[in-house]
């Protein structure tokens, strides 16, 4: 029986889907202003792998994540920039999807942007006008009456009368606000930022607006899991209920999950402090399936602390797994009999044990980290038992076991020495044209950082040669 934590209830509930063998699954996506940094990767990672476990058990999964598209830290580096939001918007868009790449991040069933969406939110904003739910300001802001929405503050837990207007769009100035605690659903343009044109102004939507809209269109007025991390639960979450709520008039997501905060050696992440990890930063010096092992090693409810260190154990605690994957490819390709006996067959179904460990594991709200001591135990199965005097057939068959649990992880059991990225062998035909060129400076520079990703160089009369180190 698979048991989600709910926010909204703060208990594990067994998990019903609305329509038997299918999940509708919204994850709020990032604002495409900047790189994705590593508090970014935790959401993308975790619940790429609750989707992942859903696929291993047989259901079917709509999974729609989005890109905020225009928003005011887009303008402003487009200002920086010299260039239109909408150009800043589809270069880090591009670029967040090479790292989740990077990541074994499985691409969304849909990719909705906000930008694609107005005509939707403009449609959900009337009708919530129309309902007394929102009202117009006379420079054509459209203000979301909280106080009406009787539920308000069942996600965060939050009394509204305690409630304290300060995140993101939750509080704004104007005169004609009739209530401190009520949102922007739209604001009248400014000089120079984008605009589409709407009943009440020429203008953009707000921020939570967006994603009822998203969920909404592709997913319908109710949903089986909305996800997202734990900084989105107020206002931005508590704010989406309020709004599809009201407006379709059903419950709007069945289970909420939310992703602990992560933290650099054990401080809140800030650009301020300068600990700001970028994830491509990351991958310079450690494979992406390291960062995804890292963050797996936890549950994903709990805090999770970066650290060298850390990064460092999970490296070493993969390449443990894939030395065993290793040495039983080498054990297959050897082995010149293939038919189990009657002792290995016995042996063999003592790995059951670990495979329902496996289960059990993330059926209990997807705790990975019990989930990977599992796939540890089946390591250390394979290398205690099996070796040249084992059949092919228990070979393979503990192999694929183990590879099939890691797949739900996101993990390869093995991978190709030979296997090089574009992005590196880019980098070394880079280094030879300033070979060429006599910049040796250069030359030395890529290979420093090529060094720093774990391929080293080696120029023969045959040209550059290449191992992993």
């Not at 709910?6 to 604002?31: A, D, H, Q, S, W």
């Not at 508090?39 to 890109?67: E, H």
């Not at 391929?455 to 023969?460: A, G, H, R, S, V």
Request: glycine letters at 6%.
């Amino acid at each position: 029986m698979l048991k989600i934590y709910n926010t909204l209830t703060r208990k594990k509930e067994e998990f019903k889907p609305i329509e038997e063998g299918r999940v509708r699954m919204y994850v709020c996506g990032p604002t495409v202003y900047n790189y994705i940094h590593i508090g970014n990767a935790r959401p993308m990672i975790v619940f790429d792998t609750v989707r992942r476990y859903f696929l291993y058990k047989g259901y079917n999964v709509d999974y729609v994540s989005n890109f905020t598209d225009v928003d005011d830290k887009i303008i402003n580096e487009a200002i920086k920039e010299g260039k239109s939001a909408s150009e800043v918007a589809e270069f880090y868009i591009k670029e967040c999807k090479k790292d989740m790449k990077s990541m074994n991040i499985m691409p969304a069933t849909v990719n909705p942007r906000a930008t694609e969406e107005i005509d939707g939110m403009i449609d959900m904003i009337s009708n919530l006008i129309d309902k007394d739910y929102a009202y117009v300001a006379s420079d054509g802001t459209v203000y979301y009456r909280t106080r009406r929405f009787a539920g308000y503050g069942k996600l965060s837990h939050k009394n509204i009368d305690d409630l304290e207007a300060g995140h993101r769009d939750i509080k704004v100035t104007g005169d004609e606000k009739q209530d401190p605690l009520d949102f922007v659903l739209w604001k009248p343009k400014k000089e120079g930022e984008p605009s589409w044109r709407s009943p009440w102004c020429d203008g953009r939507p707000g921020w939570h607006i967006e994603c009822s809209v998203m969920s909404k269109r592709y997913l319908g007025n109710t949903i089986d899991i909305h996800a997202g991390g734990e900084d989105l639960i107020f206002p931005h979450h508590e704010n989406e209920i309020a709004q599809s709520e009201a407006a379709n008039g059903v419950p709007f997501a069945h289970y909420w999950m939310h992703n602990g905060f992560l933290n650099i050696n054990n401080v809140k992440m800030s650009k301020s402090l300068g600990n700001f990890l970028l994830v491509r930063d990351i991958l310079k010096k450690y494979n992406g399936d390291v960062l995804r092992f890292f963050m797996l090693s936890a549950q994903y409810r709990s805090p999770l602390n970066y650290s060298a260190e850390l990064m460092e154990s999970a490296k070493n605690g993969l390449d443990r797994i894939r030395t065993c994957g290793d040495r039983l490819k080498d054990l297959i390709s050897k082995s010149t009999n293939m038919e189990m006996t009657e002792e290995e067959d016995e042996l063999l179904d003592t790995t059951k044990q670990y495979v329902e460990n496996f289960e059990k594991a993330m059926d209990d709200d997807f705790n990975t980290a019990d989930a990977i001591a599992a796939i540890f135990d089946l390591v250390k199965f394979a290398n205690t038992n099996l070796d040249e005097e084992s059949s092919g057939d228990i070979l393979m068959k503990v192999f694929e076991k183990i590879e099939k649990l890691l797949g739900v992880l996101g993990l390869a059991f093995t991978v190709d020495k030979d296997e090089i990225d574009p992005e590196v062998e880019e980098l070394i035909e880079k280094r030879q044209q300033a070979r060429k060129e006599k910049n040796f400076a250069l030359a030395d520079q890529i290979r420093d950082q090529l060094l720093s990703q774990g391929i080293e160089l080696k120029d023969t009369r045959d040209g550059v040669k290449w191992k992993r180190v």
